[in-house]
């Protein structure tokens, strides 16, 4: 008699389907315009206090401790960044960007209470920390509302804040200082911002998280993460003024910097929710060659906002009033190149064209602003500077499409807070290298003159900051040979019409890099 066959096993239950995403929504403009209003707010808040900082000294006093109100800011906003935009991911985008924009107009209230240096520069490190998600959180929600093939139409209103950031920010502060002072550059925020709050509140809607479970805190990550970005921006700070570069102090922030490094690279392999996950690193090769790009621009940009006007007073005699004006050329391109971009990547689907005549473009304009000396005109200055605009344009809005499109949903708030996060540091760095660069050689054409440091406005002193240009650009030129290089060896690959899965680069990438909000 035979026997019985045993009963065929049952199929493995099908894994449940994402939840279908949303459409762009109609009223798309009206939503983006408050987050990006964020946005603009943490941005114009580090230029204005940057204005406002003597009148700040004269009246608190502390002038040995007047950088770290800015550096304390930056070390906060730097630290927080990967946080918040994990948090996001965790939680639900739209809680933790309110949240964010609540500890920011907190913290602005307490600077502008603030009676000592010191109780400043502790305010100065909460308001950086709210600043951090605001910037995450703003390129998340941008992420999640509109898709990579979408976001063309829409990447002019997002270069257009960044350039109204740059430039607003030393007249709002030079403004408010004069006619309200110092604690108003502080106290501006709270009525921007609660704006901002009310808008976003009413009009952002956002799908929550689609994991289930309690969230696991990668709370080793954190840890290692913060003091590796605190040592590095501590060391790009300190770096060539107040200690050498190759002083023991340096060094050894730079090992602590490595170290820490290597302790957070270990951790997010092994935990299950790592504040940086890997997969999104290895999953697609254009997300590093992106990050490579946006922290070659952050170089770029942080160099000419900070060292043309300099150039541009001390050379060609620009009013220091209107300096910041003279950068309009280079907005002005940018504006105009990022429309051109988003605009064709929406309507064909081809972007890797856009990085690679960027990053050319960013060589040839840091190249030709190498050349200036001290009988530059100032159109020529300005044609100069709209290369370089014209080469930012290109490359920045884009670079942070290409890396968005490189991950799924369930990952673009750590995605997106990478992204500020190499923009951040290459700023710190870029801005650390050509201080020292500045530095070395003002104080060369002081000893030239037959003095220590050379008299402001002597011929020496032109000179002077006419060579430290041109090594500063010369450098920047440089260092953006890198993003050419990193542009040329892009893939690309198709963007998504909606928000959907990454794109497969070969090998495709597993399931676990399905979007899962």
Request: with cysteine; proline share 7%; glycine share 12%.
């Amino acid at each position: 008699m035979p026997r019985p066959s045993a009963p065929a096993p049952k199929p493995a239950p099908l894994p449940k389907p994402a939840p279908a995403p949303a459409e762009v929504p109609r009223n798309i403009r009206w939503v983006l315009l408050g987050v990006l209003l964020a946005l603009l707010l943490s941005m114009l808040d580090g230029l204005i206090v940057g204005t406002a900082m003597p009148t700040v000294v004269a009246d608190l006093g502390g002038l040995d401790h007047m950088s770290w109100v800015v550096t304390g800011y930056t070390l906060a906003t730097a630290c927080s960044t990967p946080v918040w935009g994990k948090l996001g991911d965790l939680f639900h985008r739209k809680t933790m960007f309110l949240v964010s924009i609540a500890l920011f107009l907190v913290a602005s209230v307490l600077c502008g209470t603030a009676v000592s240096m010191d109780g400043l520069i502790v305010f100065r490190v909460l308001q950086g920390l709210g600043a951090g998600g605001m910037g995450a959180g703003a390129f998340a929600l941008i992420g999640v509302l509109l898709p990579p093939r979408e976001r063309g139409r829409y990447q002019g209103m997002v270069a257009a804040v960044m350039a109204v950031g740059q430039l607003g920010g030393p007249l709002v502060g030079g403004f408010v200082t004069g006619h309200l002072g110092w604690r108003w550059a502080f106290y501006v925020n709270v009525p921007v911002g609660l704006v901002c709050v009310v808008w976003c509140w009413v009009m952002l809607r956002v799908p929550g998280p689609a994991r289930q479970g309690r969230a696991v805190i990668d709370w080793w990550g954190i840890a290692f993460l913060t003091g590796a970005i605190s040592a590095f921006v501590t060391a790009a700070t300190w770096a060539g003024s107040t200690y050498a570069w190759g002083s023991w102090q340096i060094v050894a922030l730079a090992a602590v910097a490595t170290g820490l490094l290597a302790a957070f690279v270990a951790t997010e392999r092994r935990v299950a929710e790592p504040l940086m996950p890997p997969r999104i690193y290895r999953g697609h090769r254009n997300f590093p060659l992106a990050a490579v790009l946006i922290t070659v621009t952050g170089v770029a940009m942080f160099g000419a906002t900070l060292y043309l006007p300099l150039y541009q007073q001390d050379v060609q005699s620009a009013s220091a009033s209107h300096s910041g004006l003279l950068l309009l050329p280079m907005m002005t391109a940018t504006l105009i190149t990022s429309n051109i971009a988003g605009k064709v990547m929406t309507a064909t689907g081809r972007y890797k064209v856009f990085p690679v005549l960027g990053s050319a473009l960013l060589v040839t304009g840091m190249g030709l602003l190498s050349t200036m000396g001290t009988d530059t005109s100032r159109l020529a200055t300005a044609a100069y500077m709209a290369v370089v605009g014209a080469g930012t344009g290109f490359t920045q809005q884009m670079s942070n499409t290409i890396a968005q499109n490189a991950v799924g949903l369930r990952d673009i708030g750590s995605a997106s807070a990478a992204t500020n996060l190499f923009r951040n540091l290459g700023g710190s760095l870029g801005v650390a290298v050509f201080a020292s660069l500045f530095a070395g050689a003002a104080h060369a054409s002081g000893e030239e003159s037959g003095g220590g440091t050379a008299v402001p406005h002597s011929a020496a002193y032109v000179a002077g900051v006419a060579h430290a240009t041109h090594l500063i650009f010369l450098t920047g030129a440089l260092i953006a040979l890198a993003a050419l290089l990193a542009a040329v060896f892009l893939r690309e690959t198709p963007l998504r019409g909606r928000p959907g899965p990454a794109p497969a680069d070969e090998p495709a990438p597993k399931t676990e890099d399905a979007p899962a909000s």
